[in-house]
Each structure stands twice: as C-alpha cells, then as structure tokens.
C-alpha cells in the first residue's frame, strides 16, 4: 500500500510569485485534505476535495485554490505569495468524507519559505 | 476561547514514566484524531476514535463524548516518544469535513 507523497519537499519563493504544491494519495483514497501549520501553531485546514470537487473550505482568501483529478492526485495553488504563506503545506487523504469517521493518512509536508 | 484545548502544552519526563495529554474540545464532533509529528513535519495518525478506549502498544487513548474530553496515555515512555502530540476533532454537522487542530503539546523524554 503506498503511502501520502507530497512534491517538492523544500520550497523558496519571492513574494507575488505563485507556486503549486502538489500530492498523491494513498492508493484507493477519494479524499484529500490540505492544511498550513505555520512555524510553532498547529495546522490549519484549508480545503477538502472529494471525488474532484471542492467540500469545505477554511478561512483562506481565494488566492488559494486546488484541484483534485480523477486518479486523486491533488494540487494546492496559492499565488501572489506573501511573506506569511511560509509555512508547512500538509495534505492528508481518506477513504471518504472526514466527517464519516475515515481516518486521515498524512503526507509529509512541503515547506515553503517566501522571501 | 478556543475551539480545543490541549494541556499541558509543555511535558518533560523521564524514561519509563506513564504520561498523560488531555484534550477538551467545545464543538460537536464525530470522531477525535491523535496526531504524532515529529520534528521536520511528518504527521502520523496514532488513534481515530469516536466512543471508549482504544490501545496500540504502548499507547492508549480514550474519549468520553458527553464531557467532550479525551486523553492520550503513554505508558513506559521512551526518548522516541519525543514528539509534539495533537489532538484533532473532526467537527460535524454543518462543520462537515474539517479536522481542527489543537495547539499540540510538546513532550520530552529524557533517558
């Protein structure tokens, strides 16, 4: 059974850029989860898919959005970064909605500096 | 006030002591994760539950919905043990599919 993959590991990006983040579920897993844990706090969920569709959504602004495909994969796009989008950037996939009770097998993490 | 609430925030222990992390929680929820990360960000899921007690090695951890409370035992502690443990409602109803963090509490143990 695969695991959560995240890409890339370690990311610098100058601020007004735009980057793209991106993660593979575990094999069989409908459900994607992404969440910001900025240094020293807890994460903070940002959107779910489920089954390529958008379900819920934390208090971000729309400059970050995502997609989730048909193989389930998932992106994570924030554009015009600013300097406190640096954080760890966690996706976590399921086997259904979260709010069902599956449990959330997470990734390892993209950490993006913004300078 | 927030939504959860882990105590202590901060836990040192020597090796081989029973530890205790309690979270309480303000929102109706459906199941409660407990997190396990590490230092560089790998999150591991230790426990889901929604109901009782549930045991994995030296792990145990327990819910009590009605008091919307739970706690994570570690009996026999290690220096592996170290982590930051969280604990991670998933809110229901029309909080449907979100997991909310607590602020994690951070453990050490020392051999």
């Known amino acids: 059974e695969t695991g959560v993959t995240q890409s890339p590991t370690h990311l610098i990006k100058t601020r007004g850029q735009q980057v793209t983040l991106r993660c593979s579920s575990q094999s069989g897993h409908n459900t994607v989860s992404w969440y910001q844990q900025a240094l020293g706090q807890g994460p903070q969920f940002i959107f779910q898919y489920y089954r390529e569709e958008e379900n819920g959504r934390g208090n971000f602004p729309p400059r970050f959005s995502g997609l989730q495909f048909p193989n389930y994969s998932s992106e994570l796009n924030v554009n015009a970064l600013e300097l406190d989008d640096s954080a760890l950037y966690l996706c976590?996939?399921?086997?259904?909605?979260?709010?069902?009770?599956?449990?959330?097998?997470f990734g390892p993490g993209t950490r993006l500096t913004v300078t | 006030k927030n939504e959860v609430e882990q105590s202590p925030q901060n836990l040192t222990a020597q090796e081989g002591e029973f530890i205790t992390i309690n979270c309480s929680y303000s929102?109706?929820?459906?199941?409660l994760h407990w997190l396990q990360q590490h230092p560089g960000g790998g999150i591991v899921s230790l426990f889901m539950?929604?109901?009782g007690k549930k045991k994995h090695g030296r792990l145990i951890a327990t819910i009590n919905i009605q008091e919307k409370h739970s706690s994570l035992h570690i009996t026999a502690s290690h220096p592996r043990d170290s982590a930051v443990y969280i604990c991670a409602p998933n809110a229901g109803g029309t909080s449907y599919g979100k997991l909310t963090f607590g602020q994690g509490t951070i453990l050490t143990v020392h051999p």
């Open positions: 929102v109706g929820i459906s199941a």
């Open positions: 539950l929604s109901s």
């Open positions: 976590a996939s399921s086997l259904g909605l979260v709010g069902s009770s599956y449990e959330q097998y």
